[in-house]
């Protein structure tokens, strides 16, 4: 099967037609990052008395950047937002809050099933690094929209929630910005509650010394890439189980999959357990072979 295009082409146009057909990855997208007293008193902090927390804040980084960079150029958002989840987490799957803000974007139960996400007694998607991620870009594509196209603002908007910030948009700007004005967030910065005050600054200061990190002297070795695949066992599967068929320490897929509540796929359905790359086939033979992949109380 050829394109239509092509019946009775000379060669040389089609080889200028396959020229121009480009499959190329989206453009990187950058947030234009502003230095002034606020931010600055972050770099410091970070280079100084808080880098053993920066440095160990890098070492994480490795773990999920790739996922979530890539998923932020796909959509052409900044690859700055990434710092978001370190500022909000520790990029931890497993932070909760003193307010029950769970997971690597710190999602509020309200806020997650507003975005799909499940949460139950056996799944708790706020802790899934990608379906989470997933449901924070749209949400700060949201909030970038309504905020006039400032990252700033859609920033200041995820932790402060949109409401409160409007609010103070309105009492001490005017109303919302029409347009993407960075700036903004500056002028209105000290009527922001405590937390969120430090909150851009901080996003700031931890972007432009990533950025820099080995410039910088620092040590941002760490973690292999998130990365796995993904089989379909039946409902009711631990992973425990799987485990053992892969002979590996059920811990490495806890790491996967934190998302699993209780350490058993959700009964009555079928479900998708994440492993390490290159393994599927062990657990469909195992599956295939009657190996028990079950380890439930009603077994």
Request: aromatic content about 8%.
């Amino acid at each position: 099967a050829v394109p239509i295009l092509w019946v009775g082409q000379d060669p040389v146009e089609r080889i200028a037609t396959l020229e121009a057909i480009s499959v190329s990855e989206p453009p990187l997208v950058e947030m234009p990052l502003q230095m002034n007293p606020q931010v600055e008193r972050w770099v410091d902090a970070f280079q100084t008395a808080r880098r053993p927390e920066f440095e160990d804040l890098l070492r994480r980084r490795t773990l999920y950047a790739e996922m979530i960079q890539g998923k932020l150029r796909e959509r052409e958002m900044p690859q700055e937002l990434l710092y978001i989840s370190v500022i909000e987490s520790g990029l931890s799957p497993h932070a909760v809050s003193h307010v029950s803000a769970v997971g690597l974007w710190q999602f509020m139960s309200p806020t997650a099933l507003q975005y799909g996400l499940r949460v139950d007694e056996y799944v708790d998607e706020r802790r899934d690094p990608v379906r989470a991620t997933d449901a924070a870009l749209d949400y700060l594509a949201y909030l970038h929209a309504r905020f006039g196209g400032s990252w700033y603002l859609a920033a200041a908007a995820f932790n402060a929630g949109p409401g409160r910030l409007e609010r103070v948009l309105v009492r001490h700007a005017g109303g919302l910005p029409v347009s993407g004005d960075d700036d903004l967030y500056w002028e209105v910065v000290e009527h922001l509650p405590r937390e969120t005050r430090e909150y851009v600054p901080k996003m700031v200061a931890v972007s432009m010394l990533a950025n820099d990190a080995d410039e910088l002297g620092f040590d941002s070795s760490g973690h292999e890439p998130y990365r796995f695949d993904n089989v379909f066992v039946p409902g009711g599967t631990t992973l425990e189980s799987v485990a053992d068929a892969l002979e590996i320490h059920v811990r490495a897929l806890r790491d996967l999959n934190p998302h699993l509540m209780r350490g058993i796929t959700p009964p009555g359905e079928i479900y998708g357990v994440r492993i390490p790359i290159g393994e599927s086939a062990t657990v469909v033979n195992a599956l295939a072979e009657t190996i028990p992949l079950r380890k439930t109380d009603d077994d």
